[in-house]
């Protein structure tokens, strides 16, 4: 357990040491946040113009306004909507470069004591492809885990009137959710620990790495690191849900920007850490 939190203590001394990572992360979240949002908050604006709509779909869903809208700017939503893709798929695709930049550069401080910049960079093209085999594996995973849940969940149909009571699908709906958050964990588990190994070795395939990792997901260790990590996002959550109630808008705002910032610590520490401990 002394591993686990000494592994943890590096990594936020790591980040500490090198802040620039997370202006780095915060600054491109904000490039893409304008670029996504802002278009698409302008053309929501102009379809409802003046009116209180918005405000009534905030504090309650409202199926007729919603397919009103769909129905008259359907086509427009929809290119709208395609623009959204767009820039998610460039920002996973960022994200994916970030990770394996900062982690890179973290294993070169562990090998040479410091690191530069430029190793950010170079980790970033080196392990990118990898690390974007390792994402499309992992959401493959996840599709057909939703898939097979999806069936269970309507092997009965979905129409409540020829039930003799919906407390089954509901209490079916539960049961699936939190088998869906505890597969998650075990599946970030495996995530991390595949990135730290192909960082480590920097195999030419990953598949003996993936299946290497998928052996080490179950350690003691690594769910411990991961408890921890998940520990202090937990606490962030809370404090941040507990704050966001403020009426006053530049404070709300602020907050919001700190919870970002926080997350983004939450990504590379835990990264970090779990690249020590696989050490």
Not at 26 to 40: D, K, T
Not at 92 to 113: C, E, H, N, P, R
Not at 134 to 144: A, E, G, P, R, S
Not at 237 to 250: M, P
Request: hydrophobic share 55%; charged share 15%; net charge positive.
């Amino acid at each position: 357990m002394s591993h686990v939190l000494q592994s943890y203590k590096a990594a936020w001394q790591f980040l500490i040491r090198h802040k620039w990572i997370i202006s780095l992360l915060y600054g491109f979240n904000l490039v893409f946040a304008l670029l996504a949002i802002g278009p698409f908050n302008s053309y929501i604006e102009n379809i409802f113009a003046n009116s209180d709509t918005i405000n009534t779909l905030a504090n309650q869903f409202d199926y007729s306004i919603i397919m009103d809208v769909v129905n008259e700017y359907g086509i427009g939503i929809g290119m709208t909507f395609s623009a959204l893709f767009s820039y998610f798929i460039m920002y996973v695709l960022w994200s994916t470069f970030a990770t394996a930049g900062f982690l890179g550069m973290y294993q070169k401080s562990l090998i040479k004591g410091h690191s530069k910049i430029k190793e950010f960079w170079s980790s970033g093209i080196t392990f990118f492809f990898k690390f974007l085999r390792l994402n499309i594996y992992i959401i493959l995973i996840y599709v057909i885990v939703i898939a097979l849940m999806a069936v269970f969940f309507m092997k009965d149909g979905l129409d409540v009137f020829k039930m003799e009571s919906e407390v089954a699908l509901i209490s079916r709906f539960w049961m699936l959710l939190f088998l869906l958050f505890v597969l998650g964990f075990f599946i970030s588990i495996f995530r991390d620990v595949a990135r730290s190994n192909i960082i480590i070795s920097n195999p030419k395939y990953i598949h003996k790495t993936n299946l290497q990792s998928l052996k080490s997901t179950l350690r003691l260790r690594h769910i411990s690191l991961s408890l921890i990590n998940l520990i202090f996002l937990a606490i962030i959550c809370l404090i941040f849900y507990t704050l966001k109630g403020i009426e006053a808008v530049w404070l709300s705002f602020l907050i919001s920007q700190f919870y970002l910032v926080f997350r983004l610590c939450y990504r590379v520490v835990r990264g970090c850490s779990f690249l020590e401990v696989t050490q």
